[in-house]
């Protein structure tokens, strides 16, 4: 395969076919019929929500780079992506990767989203056709110039954060970090922006302040060390072979999150999406490995997974 750097020079000659390849990639995949063809396999657990607005920080796997959160009184979404197939949009279908598992929950079976956190503009993180479904009372938070791929989409509020600017959303003070990664969606765009997010509650007379740390997509780096501690760190684990430039491997992975004391650590970017040559089971192995006797705090290990503050590592339940 390519190095990016390769791609673009090979892609600068074609510009016409990568201004083509930009607007396909704006599609709302309403008339994509045929990629509900595809059958992807039932997650193995299924969250329980009953109890979901009474803990200060719970988070559930939806599946690759998608969590939901609840955090200071807030529903949040990382990167939702609930497409059964992913890429470029071509009439009936769309041309990219397919889901394996199904996202734990559906579209409609979401509380109601206040915000949309979006890391970057690759079709795995940014995914219109799935954004077009969503409610639109939601704010969405993405990287610098990316907000004209969701402008369109009729959200309340559209806001763009660099590097180091940072937003209070209804008391959540939400900061936009860099990360080792790239933003373009179809190599013509390489000036599209890439975050990592740190998130924070304010603190209140009967709970402490929480933080949760959002990677995005990132290979390895030290960007974050001597951060304060955070409660959750939300990191990147697969795509790693051959693209290992570009996404840290599972050591990595866990070393990031020494660098800011996580307290519990949910993985993503693993065992939904075929990207890359790894084995699927083997980036979650390797984390565990990693950790050693610290596993117990990779807190989610299934799509479906859900955990709370407070109460421990929930699992789901079986189905």
């Known amino acids: 395969m390519l190095h990016r750097s390769k791609m673009v020079d090979v892609a600068s000659r074609f510009p016409a076919l990568l201004r083509g390849a930009a607007f396909l990639g704006r599609t709302k995949g309403r008339f994509r019929v045929l990629d509900r063809l595809t059958r992807p396999a039932r997650p193995l657990t299924r969250p329980d929500l009953s109890a979901w607005e009474h803990h200060e920080l719970s988070a559930v796997w939806i599946g690759h780079a998608t969590v939901l959160l609840r955090l200071g009184g807030l529903n949040i979404v990382t990167d939702p992506v609930f497409s059964r197939r992913i890429g470029l949009g071509l009439g009936l279908m769309t041309l990219g990767s397919t889901r394996k598992v199904m996202p734990a929950l559906s579209l409609k079976e979401l509380p109601a989203i206040d915000l949309i956190l979006l890391s970057h503009a690759h079709f795995d993180h940014l995914d219109r056709p799935?954004?077009?479904?969503?409610?639109?009372q939601s704010v969405v938070i993405t990287a610098r110039?990316?907000?004209?791929?969701?402008?369109?989409?009729?959200?309340?509020?559209?806001?763009?954060?660099?590097?180091?600017?940072?937003?209070?959303?209804?008391?959540?003070?939400?900061?936009?970090?860099?990360?080792?990664?790239?933003?373009?969606?179809?190599?013509?765009?390489?000036?599209?922006?890439?975050?990592?997010?740190?998130?924070?509650?304010?603190?209140?007379?009967?709970?402490?302040?929480?933080?949760?740390?959002?990677?995005?997509?990132?290979?390895?780096?030290?960007?974050?060390?001597?951060?304060?501690?955070?409660?959750?760190?939300?990191?990147?684990?697969?795509?790693?072979?051959?693209?290992?430039?570009?996404?840290?491997?599972p050591e990595q992975a866990w070393e990031m999150t020494r660098h800011v004391q996580a307290r519990h650590v949910l993985p993503v970017h693993h065992s939904t999406f075929r990207q890359s040559r790894e084995p699927m089971d083997e980036p979650l192995s390797r984390l565990l490995a990693a950790a050693g006797p610290r596993s117990p705090m990779i807190v989610a290990h299934r799509v479906g997974d859900h955990w709370s503050l407070g109460a421990g590592s929930s699992q789901g339940d079986s189905i």
């Not at 799935?130 to 639109?136: A, D, G, I, N, Q």
């Not at 180091?164 to 373009?184: C, K, M, P, Q, T």
């Open 130 to 136: 799935t954004l077009h479904r969503l409610p639109k």
């Open 145 to 249: 110039r990316t907000s004209n791929l969701v402008a369109d989409l009729g959200f309340r509020e559209v806001i763009e954060l660099d590097w180091n600017e940072d937003v209070r959303i209804d008391g959540l003070f939400i900061r936009a970090l860099e990360s080792n990664h790239w933003g373009a969606r179809t190599l013509y765009d390489q000036y599209r922006g890439f975050n990592g997010y740190l998130l924070e509650t304010t603190e209140h007379a009967n709970t402490e302040p929480r933080r949760v740390l959002y990677f995005g997509d990132s290979a390895y780096h030290e960007y974050y060390r001597g951060m304060e501690p955070v409660d959750l760190a939300i990191v990147g684990i697969g795509a790693y072979d051959p693209w290992i430039r570009h996404h840290a491997n």
